[in-house]
């Protein structure tokens, strides 16, 4: 079995364990390096020593998250550059074969290409003969179309000018059913006429540009056929299996993560800046809403809806309560005690030892209490109760995620599951997350960020700093 924490992981151990190792293919700019990046947390051109555009096909890439996954990057085969395929056939014909020992062997490859203008060639001959070359050495092969939001730019500036009238939501699901129905012109058809059983996946926003957005899904469905694929193969490869989980989850889970910021911001942020979606609602109400779509989000299987029960709903609002009053009034709801004038965000970061122990006595203020039976409304208090209950949850949810599947993806969960997230993340950054919080929504700055979309990004970024993967115990996923 992998080691469970980086700091045991030495050379030694490394060389003993089996590995996953994923091929990538693509010619310079079709964005490998923005893929690898996105999928695995690794920066390419950070640990490449080859110069840009440029790639050795031999060099290992591997991921601080989880050493025992390896990435070879090969550059793509140009029409009348042979060099490049020569590179590759050496490649895969030293690294496949069952004559190969496992942890040196290469089990999936990722071609990518990059999604053709009309007219365009979406396969070169080079791709074709190194596709019929996977196919004699057994090595399973992903085509990764890339760039699919570059297609739905192009039918947005397609559309007639009675088109672009419609409303926001009308033109949208206009030009992407449009972008589909192109894509399965330029791409599927013509890999579909090569081989039929050739499986495939596309990427979406991965370039950077301005206002592109990853398309997470998609890069967890192409993880998850990768995963399929390994699990297909011959017995001996299933030493691997616990690897490419590991690279599934992490896929799966930034999905949720972005599902639960999505709903929970999306939500209650539009209210907060137009008094019009919870007007007339309690807070409660508003929490409870809130909290059973994220919830509902991570898909865990709870068949005793712990999750929306009125237990751990309790505990998430008892964690919320810290950061929603002023300082001024934190000695009312809270009393004069220390170790919760440091958890509400008001001091330095505390003992871990300290905070779990605070928090699990204190239970929900009747300020608290009394608070969340008032109408809605508009104020520093509302924004950062909001701002911590989404943070709080979404961070305990990404705990419990890691903690459960990391053992067994299928299995109910349980309530001790659920209090030992909740007191990790008490013992870890909540006081911390808290502070930042209180940081950043002041009186001064309030009336500011209720006309932007700061606040969202200010989630976001509290939300990936403060992940339980950014903890040494999570350093290294099994």
Same mark, same amino acid.
């Given at each position: 079995?992998?080691?469970?924490?980086?700091?045991?992981?030495?050379?030694?151990?490394?060389?003993?364990?089996?590995?996953?190792?994923?091929l990538v293919v693509g010619r310079s700019g079709v964005g490998k390096s923005s893929l690898i990046n996105y999928a695995f947390g690794i920066d390419k051109n950070s640990v490449s020593h080859q110069m840009r555009g440029k790639c050795d096909i031999n060099e290992e890439i591997t991921s601080t998250e989880n050493p025992l996954f390896v990435v070879h990057d090969s550059m793509g085969f140009e029409p009348?550059?042979?060099?490049?395929?020569?590179?590759?056939?050496?490649?895969?014909?030293?690294?496949?074969?069952?004559?190969?020992?496992?942890?040196?062997?290469?089990?999936?490859?990722?071609?990518?290409?990059?999604?053709?203008?009309?007219?365009?060639?979406?396969?070169?001959?080079?791709?074709?003969?190194?596709?019929?070359?996977?196919?004699?050495?057994?090595?399973?092969?992903?085509?990764?179309?890339?760039?699919?939001?570059?297609?739905?730019?192009?039918?947005?500036?397609?559309?007639?000018?009675?088109?672009?009238?419609?409303?926001?939501?009308?033109?949208?699901?206009?030009?992407?059913?449009?972008?589909?129905?192109?894509?399965?012109?330029?791409?599927?058809?013509?890999?579909?006429?090569?081989?039929?059983?050739?499986?495939?996946?596309?990427?979406?926003?991965?370039?950077?540009?301005?206002?592109?957005?990853?398309?997470?899904?998609?890069?967890?469905?192409?993880?998850?056929?990768?995963?399929?694929? !390994?699990?297909?193969?011959? +017995?001996?490869? =299933?030493? #691997?299996? &616990?690897? /490419? @989980?590991?690279?599934?989850?992490?896929?799966?889970?930034?999905?949720?993560?972005?599902?639960?910021?999505?709903?929970?911001?999306?939500?209650?942020?539009?209210?907060?800046?137009?008094?019009?979606?919870?007007?007339?609602?309690?807070?409660?109400?508003?929490?409870?809403?809130?909290?059973?779509?994220?919830?509902?989000?991570?898909?865990?299987?709870?068949?005793?809806?712990?999750?929306?029960?009125?237990?751990? !709903?309790?505990?998430?609002? +008892?964690?919320? =309560?810290? #950061?929603? &009053?002023? /300082? @001024?009034?934190?000695?009312?709801?809270?009393?004069?005690?220390?170790?919760?004038?440091?958890?509400?965000?008001?001091?330095?970061?505390?003992?871990?030892?300290?905070?779990?122990?605070?928090?699990?006595?204190?239970?929900?203020?009747?300020?608290?209490?009394?608070?969340?039976?008032?109408?809605?409304?508009?104020?520093?208090?509302?924004?950062?109760?909001?701002?911590?209950?989404?943070?709080?949850?979404?961070? !305990?949810?990404?705990?419990?995620?890691?903690?459960?599947?990391?053992?067994?993806?299928?299995?109910?969960?349980?309530?001790?599951?659920?209090?030992?997230?909740?007191?990790?993340?008490?013992?870890?950054?909540?006081?911390?997350?808290?502070?930042?919080?209180?940081?950043?929504?002041?009186?001064?700055?309030?009336?500011?960020?209720?006309?932007?979309?700061?606040?969202?990004?200010?989630?976001?970024?509290?939300?990936?700093?403060?992940?339980?993967?950014?903890?040494?115990?999570?350093?290294?996923?099994?």
């Open positions: 079995m992998p080691p469970q924490s980086s700091q045991l992981v030495t050379k030694e151990i490394l060389d003993e364990c089996p590995r996953f190792r994923l009348g550059q042979d060099e490049n395929f020569k590179a590759a056939k050496a490649f895969l014909e030293l690294r496949s074969g069952y004559n190969v020992a496992l942890k040196d062997r290469v089990h999936v490859i990722w071609l990518c290409i990059q999604v053709p203008h009309a007219g365009g060639r979406v396969f070169e001959k080079g791709d074709e003969a190194f596709l019929r070359l996977a196919s004699t050495t057994k090595v399973p092969v992903v085509i990764v179309f890339t760039q699919f939001d570059k297609l739905v730019t192009r039918m947005h500036q397609a559309l007639t000018a009675e088109e672009k009238k419609r409303s926001p939501e009308q033109t949208n699901i206009l030009r992407t059913d449009k972008a589909h129905a192109e894509f399965q012109q330029l791409c599927i058809s013509p890999l579909k006429r090569i081989d039929p059983e050739l499986h495939h996946a596309r990427t979406s926003g991965l370039a950077g540009r301005p206002n592109s957005k990853p398309d997470r899904q998609a890069l967890s469905i192409l993880i998850q056929i990768t995963q399929s694929l !390994v699990r297909d193969l011959a +017995t001996d490869m =299933q030493g #691997v299996v &616990p690897i /490419v @989980s590991a690279m599934a989850q992490r896929a799966s889970v930034q999905v949720k993560i972005d599902t639960s910021i999505q709903v929970g911001m999306k939500r209650y942020w539009k209210g907060l800046a137009s008094s019009t979606s919870f007007l007339g609602w309690k807070f409660e109400d508003c929490l409870s809403t809130i909290h059973e779509e994220i919830t509902d989000s991570w898909n865990f299987n709870d068949p005793g809806d712990l999750l929306n029960g009125p237990e751990f !709903v309790k505990k998430i609002k +008892t964690l919320a =309560q810290l #950061v929603t &009053p002023e /300082v @001024s009034e934190a000695t009312n709801w809270f009393g004069n005690v220390e170790h919760i004038q440091t958890l509400a965000g008001f001091g330095a970061a505390i003992l871990a030892a300290t905070a779990g122990p605070a928090v699990a006595a204190l239970g929900l203020s009747a300020y608290f209490i009394k608070w969340m039976a008032q109408a809605y409304n508009k104020t520093p208090e509302t924004l950062r109760c909001f701002m911590g209950y989404i943070v709080d949850l979404t961070v !305990v949810m990404d705990h419990l995620f890691l903690a459960v599947l990391s053992m067994n993806p299928h299995r109910p969960l349980t309530k001790e599951d659920i209090d030992e997230a909740v007191q990790k993340y008490q013992q870890s950054h909540m006081a911390k997350v808290h502070r930042e919080i209180r940081q950043y929504v002041n009186k001064a700055t309030f009336p500011v960020i209720l006309q932007s979309n700061k606040a969202e990004v200010k989630v976001k970024d509290l939300i990936k700093e403060y992940c339980a993967r950014n903890e040494p115990e999570f350093s290294m996923p099994t």
